[in-house]
């Protein structure tokens, strides 16, 4: 049973370019959520995407968008990249109930801006 | 806002021995829920454990368990008999019911000593 798969594992832009993070959730699962890690700190909230809506967001400005298809996959865009914008972004995803029971993480994208 | 602290940014333990990690978060809601979770260096971040606010009862799952006290906002994980592989940065998460967003703490690097 394959769990949350991101792609790609590593990516390298030019600050000011735009980015395409890839997201597949748990079998069974329908709710996908992103989160953007910096180096040596916790996960922070980016959005989540249930039904091909954004149902939630954290507190990331427009250049963060998202997208969700009708087989649950996502997709995290990123435009104008900064330098600061350079961290590990996750994806998690759940079933029904939400986060109440825990979120299955993938592995992580990790994106330097340079 | 709900905020989460870990103020402890590095633990060692002895193989066999038992460690505990802290946690304390900030919520004027009643009901929420708390996990851990467990980041190793492939990244993907792992439940470990969680607990629900209003039950009483400390959440165990085989070697890890909680000291959940919610009258002062606490929530230390202690791993019993800790293993090498149980090396790996931890982070105490919150939720509540009316969010999908986990707020995370900024990590414990726990190391594993042979």
């Known amino acids: 049973d394959a769990g949350v798969t991101q792609s790609p594992t590593h990516l390298i832009k030019t600050r000011g370019q735009q980015v395409t993070l890839r997201c597949s959730p748990k079998s069974g699962h329908d709710t996908v959520s992103w989160y953007q890690q910096a180096l040596g700190q916790g996960p922070q909230f980016i959005f989540q995407?249930?039904?091909?809506?954004?149902?939630q967001r954290g507190n990331f400005p427009d250049r963060f968008s998202g997208h969700q298809f009708p087989n649950y996959s996502s997709e995290l865009n990123v435009n104008a990249l900064l330098l600061g914008d350079s961290a590990l972004y996750l994806c998690?995803?759940?079933?029904?109930?939400?986060?109440?029971?825990?979120?299955?993480f993938g592995s992580g994208t990790r994106l330097t801006v340079v | 806002a709900q905020t989460v602290t870990q103020s402890q940014p590095e633990m060692s333990v002895q193989e066999a021995e038992t460690v505990t990690l802290s946690c304390t978060y900030d919520t004027s809601e009643s009901d929420y829920y708390l996990f851990w979770y467990k980041q190793p260096p492939s990244r993907q971040m792992i439940l470990v454990i969680r607990q629900e606010a209003y039950k009483q009862q400390n959440a165990t799952e085989n070697r890890f368990s909680v000291n959940f006290q919610k009258a002062a906002k606490s929530f230390s994980l202690k791993i019993s008999d800790s293993q090498l592989g149980d090396a790996a940065m931890y982070f105490c998460?919150?939720?509540?019911?009316?969010?999908?967003?986990?707020?995370f703490g900024t990590g414990t690097r726990l190391k594993v000593l042979a």
């Open positions: 995407y249930y039904e091909e809506e954004e149902r």
């Open positions: 998460a919150y939720s509540n019911p009316g969010t999908y967003k986990y707020i």
């Open positions: 998690a995803s759940s079933g029904t109930g939400g986060g109440r029971y825990g979120y299955t």
